[in-house]
């Protein structure tokens, strides 16, 4: 049982670069979410979504996609990538119904 | 909607002392209540969570928190730290039968002094 996995664990971007975050997970959470994490500020939802093919915006969506196809898997997607996007990315997934959530490691990224 | 306020942004202890991490939360009803660590470079993990019943729960890791009601708190305690416990400290509430997305405090850093 692997839990969250997430994929890179570090990553440099140019300013205007595409790339996608991987996240999977392995415990058949329906509930699956993205944080962006920045010193001091805690964690910012992104975005989130309750099951396979439903997503929904968080707290700071601007700049990001997502798709969920799968149970297992939740993608983060920056477009054009800016140097404010430079943060580390947190993947988490939870039971329906339950706050309780669960971490991957965390992917680095720097826009430059 | 709810909220949580950490008030310190850094906390430093010697190896040995004991220690409480302060989290204040707003919220109308009854919240569920978390504590998580995040080590240097990791995830986060979950020490502990208060749902009801006990206000008194104990975590993983020698760690325990009180949920006291009439003070909006929920206090992370350990009575005697180890230089391992150096680690970034957040809480985090939810409302129940809300939309099961927590809302999680900016953290207490833990500093341990050997």
């Known amino acids: 049982n692997a839990g969250v996995t997430q994929t890179p664990k570090f990553r440099i971007l140019k300013i205007g670069q595409s790339m996608t975050l991987q996240c999977a997970q392995d415990m058949n959470h329906n509930y699956m979410y993205w944080y962006r994490q920045d010193p001091g500020m805690g964690l910012k939802l992104i975005y989130y979504?309750?099951?396979?093919?439903?997503?929904d915006k968080g707290e700071v969506p601007n700049g990001y996609n997502v798709s969920r196809s799968t149970t297992e898997y939740f993608p983060l997607r920056l477009e054009l990538a800016a140097p404010s996007q430079t943060s580390v990315y947190f993947c988490a997934s939870s039971y329906e119904g339950s706050y309780e959530q669960y971490f991957g490691p965390g992917t680095r990224l720097t826009v430059t | 909607a709810q909220s949580v306020t950490q008030p310190d942004i850094h906390i430093t202890v010697s190896e040995g002392a004991s220690l409480e991490l302060r989290c204040n939360y707003s919220?109308?009803?009854?919240?569920?209540l978390f504590w998580y660590v995040q080590s240097p470079g990791q995830g986060l993990q979950l020490l502990l969570k208060?749902?009801?019943?006990?206000?008194l729960v104990q975590g993983i890791k020698g760690f325990e928190a009180e949920f006291k009601r009439s003070q909006s708190s929920f206090n992370l305690r350990k009575p005697s730290v180890l230089w391992s416990d150096a680690a970034e400290y957040f809480c985090a509430v939810g409302a129940a039968g809300g939309s099961y997305i927590p809302t999680f405090g900016r953290g207490t850093s833990l500093i341990v002094h050997p």
């Open positions: 208060y749902f009801s019943g006990d206000t």
């Open positions: 979504s309750v099951g396979a093919g439903i997503t």
């Open positions: 919220y109308g009803a009854t919240p569920y």
